[in-house]
């Protein structure tokens, strides 16, 4: 059992930087895929960014490439969504999500068995 509880979010203006955490319980969170994703009003949840177990291995999605950035601390069970460059279109609540059995590249939201509650990221323009 896993559970993700998710932090950082906030109101910030265009072109700032806002940095998200991911809290994890459970005694195998260093051996599970971690990923953000978020849904925007209106819209499907989408893929953000994941990363491996180890932490040496990631994967984006093309809209945010180049100005976020994912990386974890196993010590510490957390992972973290650095975020720059941030855009209006970037607004939605921010969830993190975590599975055993998907591989990097999974985008799909029902892969992933936990998730968190969610946190808000607006940004205005």
């Known amino acids: 059992q896993v559970h993700l509880v998710e932090s950082g979010g906030g109101l910030v203006q265009a072109g700032c930087s806002l940095r998200l955490s991911c809290a994890a319980s459970?005694?195998?969170?260093?051996?599970?895929?971690m990923a953000w994703f978020r849904q925007a009003p209106g819209k499907e949840r989408e893929f953000v960014a994941a990363?491996?177990?180890?932490?040496?291995?990631?994967h984006y999605a093309d809209y945010v490439k180049g100005r976020f950035t994912i990386s974890r601390d196993n010590a510490k069970n957390t992972v973290y969504l650095q975020m720059n460059s941030l855009k209006p279109e970037d607004t939605a609540v921010y969830y993190c999500?975590?599975?055993?059995?998907?591989?990097?590249?999974?985008?799909?939201?029902?892969?992933?068995?936990?998730w968190g509650q969610g946190t808000q990221v607006t940004v205005s323009s």
């Open positions: 990363i491996s177990w180890s932490g040496g291995t990631t």
């Open positions: 999500a975590a599975d055993l059995f998907v591989s990097i590249t999974t985008t799909t939201p029902s892969s992933y068995d936990w």
């Open positions: 459970g005694r195998t969170f260093n051996r599970k895929i």
